[in-house]
């Protein structure tokens, strides 16, 4: 779970500071590998090589969008829906985000490294040559 700290000028032109909270569960993340052609692992690289600038900003808002969500206060449930992810959508916070992730790759790598657990962070780090797909990607 990554809790990104985000500053931003809100609709209201007031400066404001606050939390949000990105995750992707293990199940998310297969899921993800299963929706792409030849595997998530093959989509992002196709991404990283290409020139697209289209792409990369439609790879990186599902990104954003998928993972983001409310922590319950006991920590035992991460809350997503549509609900939650349009509301941040539509929120300044989004644009910041979306926007220094475009301007700076080791913003977008962060963060993409930031929602994964950290137990398969860890096995990616120290197996990733016998990880399928996106699993072996990050390191």
């Known amino acids: 779970m990554l809790k990104k700290t985000i500053t931003f000028t809100d609709y209201n032109d ?6 949000y909270y990105f ?3 293990k199940s998310e ?3 993800m590998e299963a929706e792409s052609y030849g595997g998530y692992g093959q989509m992002l690289q196709r991404i990283i090589d290409s020139p697209d600038t289209k792409k990369t900003m439609e ?8 993972a983001v969500g409310e922590k319950s206060p006991d920590g035992i449930n991460f809350d997503k829906n549509d609900e939650i992810s349009n509301r941040f959508y539509h929120s300044a916070a989004y644009d910041n985000l979306l926007c220094s992730m475009v301007e700076n790759p080791d913003v ?6 930031g929602i994964i657990p950290k137990a398969m962070l860890q096995a990616v780090s120290s197996a990733s040559s016998e990880l399928p797909g996106a699993l072996g990607m990050v390191k």
């Not at 007031?14 to 939390?19: I, L, P």
């Open 29 to 31: 993340l297969y899921e």
């Open 59 to 66: 790879y990186l808002k599902d990104l954003i969008l998928r």
């Open 108 to 113: 977008a790598a962060e963060f993409a490294k």
């Open 14 to 19: 007031v400066t404001r500071t606050e939390d």
């Open 23 to 25: 995750n992707l569960d």
